[in-house]
């Protein structure tokens, strides 16, 4: 206790922020976090103005990449005279162009950029690159969403989180460090064993965070486990920041019921983060448009479309090592030009739809996130697509659609992985096909489960 206190003092401390503010690796990202909260209230018309610099600048840079400086040439249009409405004339980026194109997409020497990969339950895994100015402006995005979650400096985050990369990062000494400094402590939400959560539940209940940072699946799961048991969380002290799957209106209300606490959802993948987060009007999700610029487009004509669902479709505006121009993120969702009464003026993301991640119940009553299996194919060359299904509590299939470069030894390392978490008695089945069918929104399912608990 007398540590957590030492700890809060630290981090509450005004002469933390002052260090931060002065070193020279943060001062820059202090500076785009006070800007990314003024952006929010500006009229329409300068943040095109803010959007068109810097979609022209993207452009020019992006003449360095040997697609898009190809890409350019054939439509003719110069990076310096572009305006928004010539966006349009380029091609959609998917996941399929960055797999086959790899490298040549890159606009800045690899040495320079952060290699990352992605999968999720709504895309085949890529690799990618980033470079430090997406990485600056994605750690002031996140101080300004935090901010709109009612986040004060120093304030004590709980992460229920279960992302390899995040995970590797906390364990490092760098990593504890900078947690410690964030006053963070982290949960894996990959483990929602009965057991687990329990302990959870103690912990936090110690701990008192203020904030809940949460895959929503996760926090929903536990929500529901502490209803079952009659446990009454006195946490957190502010909010719930949910992310990473679609907030069904059923799981905000057991989270409000549960631990009476306001929900902000947010919106942003591994290749885009940063992109909209819920305010406390809760109408909806504030597009962050200094950092991208969202399309949303009907899925027949390819017209933009408001009030009604469509398929996003996202520039991002700060990676400039590699550029993600109108890319099909694999989301359905609802824009609207209405404004937010709340008075921050920008385009708001009303749903997002189709993002679904099942969990997995094994035997043994352990409960697995179904992003622990889309997470072993990372960065995994040789598969185009994939599908992990739930038969039975003891019955799997893998379904894999091969890339030109598959191997044999493609999947062996993540056929251990999996066995490690299933069992070695449980039945895996291997199936390969050309294609994968996808949902009624149009959207691929990489994990589903069959198995479902009705009591948790
Ligand atoms: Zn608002």
Not at 75 to 88: A, C, F, M, Q, R
Not at 96 to 109: T, V
Not at 203 to 229: G, V
Not at 394 to 423: A, H, M, N, P
């Amino acid at each position: 206790m007398i540590l957590q206190q030492a700890q809060d003092l630290i981090c509450k401390s005004r002469l933390k922020k002052s260090i931060s503010s002065f070193l020279p690796s943060k001062r820059g990202k202090w500076e785009l976090y006070h800007d990314k909260k003024k952006l929010l209230y500006i009229a329409a018309a300068e943040i095109r103005d803010v959007q068109g610099q810097k979609l022209r600048k993207l452009l020019k840079q992006a003449l360095n990449s040997h697609y898009y400086s190809g890409v350019l040439e054939k439509t003719g249009l110069n990076p310096d005279n572009i305006v928004l409405e010539d966006l349009k004339k380029l091609p959609l980026l998917t996941k399929d162009i960055i797999r086959e194109q790899g490298d040549r997409l890159l606009a800045k020497p690899k040495s320079m950029l952060y290699r990352n990969a992605s999968g999720g339950s709504t895309g085949a895994p890529v690799i990618f690159y980033q470079d430090d100015n997406y990485a600056d402006n994605i750690w002031a995005t996140m101080m300004v969403i935090l901010e709109m979650c009612g986040w004060h400096y120093g304030a004590r985050i709980a992460r229920l989180w279960g992302a390899p990369q995040d995970k590797r990062r906390f364990k490092t000494l760098k990593g504890r460090l900078i947690y410690f400094l964030q006053n963070t402590r982290f949960y894996d939400s990959f483990n929602m064993s009965e057991e687990n959560m329990l302990k959870y539940h103690y912990d936090m209940t110690k701990h008192k965070p203020d904030i809940i940072i949460c895959y929503a699946s996760s926090i929903y799961l536990l929500a529901k486990f502490l209803k079952k048991r009659g446990l009454s969380p006195s946490y957190p002290s502010i909010s719930i920041n949910t992310s990473a799957e679609t907030l069904m209106p059923h799981m905000r209300h057991t989270l409000e019921e549960v631990f009476g606490r306001e929900v902000y959802d947010k919106y942003g993948s591994r290749e885009i983060s940063g992109i909209a987060c819920e305010c406390s009007a809760h109408k909806g999700l504030h597009i962050f448009e200094d950092n991208v610029i969202l399309e949303c487009l009907d899925p027949v004509t390819g017209e933009n479309v408001y009030e009604r669902p469509g398929e996003l479709v996202i520039t991002d505006l700060n990676n400039m090592g590699m550029p993600f121009i109108r890319y099909r993120i694999g989301d359905m969702g609802v824009v609207s030009r209405e404004k937010c009464s709340c008075g921050r003026n920008t385009m708001m993301l009303r749903k997002v739809l189709g993002r679904v991640t099942d969990n997995f119940y094994l035997e043994g009553g352990r409960i697995v996130h179904g992003e622990y299996f889309t997470h072993l194919f990372y960065g995994t060359r040789g598969i185009k697509n994939f599908r992990f299904t739930q038969n039975r509590e003891d019955d799997f299939l893998l379904t894999i659609v091969k890339g030109s470069d598959y191997t044999e030894g493609c999947l062996e390392q993540i056929i251990r992985s999996i066995k490690k978490v299933i069992g070695e008695s449980a039945a895996l089945k291997i199936e390969f096909t050309d294609k994968i069918s996808v949902t009624a929104t149009g959207k691929y399912r990489f994990t589903v489960s069959k198995v479902k608990k009705g009591s948790l």
